[in-house]
């Protein structure tokens, strides 16, 4: 039996499962401060059966390359108390190796290993929730790198006459800043999913996104680009991204598969990706 967090910026979810991904019962709370959030992540693992490891999909900017001094310590989050928290010494006294990861990577691994990446050497996961990040999957992995990416911050143009302030705090012109979920409440007063089918709103987060994606297809070419968080259930997202990724590609750096209907999809795994590809770490690094 092993363990799985997902560290969320508005909830966490713990569950046990199998190292296949495979997610048995488990609990959904409230982000709160580090101390009490964790309190009750160890609370879950040390009731009910016993785990031999444990894998963390968490929000960033975190430590994850094995070899940094720092592994598993977050770095410069805007959250009140998280920065510096310590996530692997805060789940050491449960005793078991502990994986730790972003929450993107660890969901990108399990499209690759069980969902929309399978079988492809390359792909994009990207997740538009209450922030933007990505993971880029070469080969079923997170693409080894000094730090993890930061593709929701990548800056856009903005269209004509929009001058919405940004909400990231680093930067005014960032994806995150202009189309996160937190952008759109700041904008609309409402949820994507929430304004009329025909709402300029739609349009105009569809045409940032495709900035983005544009973005990646340039700099990664990957084979296919799974969009998931809350964001990206409003209906005919996934479409209309794609379309604004063409219009701003403008003919430029084609390449087969890339216009076609199944470039730009949701995850296969639903909301569950994140958890089960913090099963698959967890599942890695077993003794
Ligand atoms: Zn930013």
């Not at 991904?21 to 101390?35: L, N, Q």
């Not at 730090?147 to 929009?162: F, I, T, Y």
């Not at 949701?266 to 913090?278: E, F, Q, T, W």
Request: net charge negative; hydrophobic share 45%; with cysteine.
């Amino acid at each position: 039996m092993l363990g799985a967090v997902e560290l969320g910026g508005t909830k966490i979810r713990v569950a046990r499962g199998g190292g296949d991904g495979r997610i048995e019962a488990g609990e959904t709370f409230a982000t709160v401060g580090p101390d009490e959030s964790f309190a009750r992540i160890l609370d879950f693992f040390r009731g009910g059966s016993p785990i031999d490891a444990i894998g963390i999909g968490a929000f960033g900017p975190v430590a994850v390359g094995r070899g940094d001094a720092d592994y598993g310590r977050l770095r410069g989050t805007p959250k009140p108390g998280w920065r510096d928290f310590d996530i692997g010494a805060a789940m050491g006294s449960l005793g078991v190796p502990v994986a730790i990861d972003t929450d993107v990577n660890a969901a990108g691994r399990a499209e690759a290993a069980l969902g929309a990446l399978a079988g492809l050497d390359s792909g994009i996961y990207l997740t538009v929730g209450t922030g933007i990040g990505g993971a880029l999957i070469v080969g079923g992995s997170p693409a080894p790198g000094a730090s993890h990416p930061e593709m929701g911050h990548v800056a856009l143009v903005r269209a004509p006459g929009d001058d919405c302030p940004s909400v990231c705090t680093w930067h005014q012109n960032c994806a995150e800043g202009l189309a996160s979920g937190p952008a759109i409440e700041r904008r609309f007063g409402a949820s994507l999913s929430a304004l009329p089918d025909g709402h300029p709103g739609r349009a105009l987060i569809a045409f940032y996104l495709g900035q983005l994606l544009a973005s990646l297809v340039l700099a990664a070419a990957p084979r296919r680009i799974v969009i998931g968080g809350g964001v990206a259930k409003t209906p005919g997202l996934h479409e209309r991204a794609h379309a604004a990724m063409l219009r701003s590609l403008n003919g430029y750096g084609l390449y087969p598969g890339v216009e076609g209907p199944d470039f730009v999809v949701p995850p296969a795994l639903g909301d569950d990706a994140g958890l089960a590809g913090a099963l698959l770490m967890a599942g890695a690094c077993r003794p």
